[in-house]
């Protein structure tokens, strides 16, 4: 397990972007698998985007794909994710999770992280 914080979150309209970040503390973030997920209230929590250790492997949630970037600053032990043509749909409570890994794997399902953040909350104004 490793101690994850997120930051960025706020209040954007329509169509604008937001960058939110995940650093994580005491631990490089070199060897360890990363993603995003949301959850907005009285729906389900969904999976975002994931990014392996080496940064070099990514995927994305269908409803994100095309507009959400993922990526890592190693030197900063933190993971981003830059979302942009935000929608009103896209608000929810973003969850950064992580997971130790020793093979270059991306993670989409939430049961496969072990470590989670706080949470950092979207909104999107019409």
């Known amino acids: 397990q490793v101690q994850l914080v997120e930051s960025g979150g706020g209040l954007v309209q329509a169509g604008g972007s937001l960058r939110l970040s995940c650093t994580v503390s005491?631990?490089?973030?070199?060897?360890?698998?990363m993603g995003w997920f949301r959850q907005a209230p009285g729906k389900e929590r969904e999976f975002v985007s994931a990014?392996?250790?080496?940064?070099?492997?990514?995927t994305y949630g269908d409803s994100v794909k095309g507009r959400f970037t993922i990526s890592r600053e190693y030197a900063k032990n933190t993971v981003y994710l830059q979302m942009n043509s935000l929608k009103p749909e896209d608000a929810a409570v973003y969850y950064c999770?992580?997971?130790?890994?020793?093979?270059?794997?991306?993670?989409?399902?939430?049961?496969?992280?072990?470590?989670w953040g706080q949470g950092t909350q979207v909104t999107v104004s019409s």
């Open positions: 999770a992580a997971k130790r890994t020793y093979y270059n794997y991306i993670l989409p399902g939430e049961n496969e992280y072990d470590s």
């Open positions: 005491g631990r490089t973030i070199g060897s360890i698998a």
């Open positions: 990014i392996s250790f080496s940064g070099t492997r990514t």
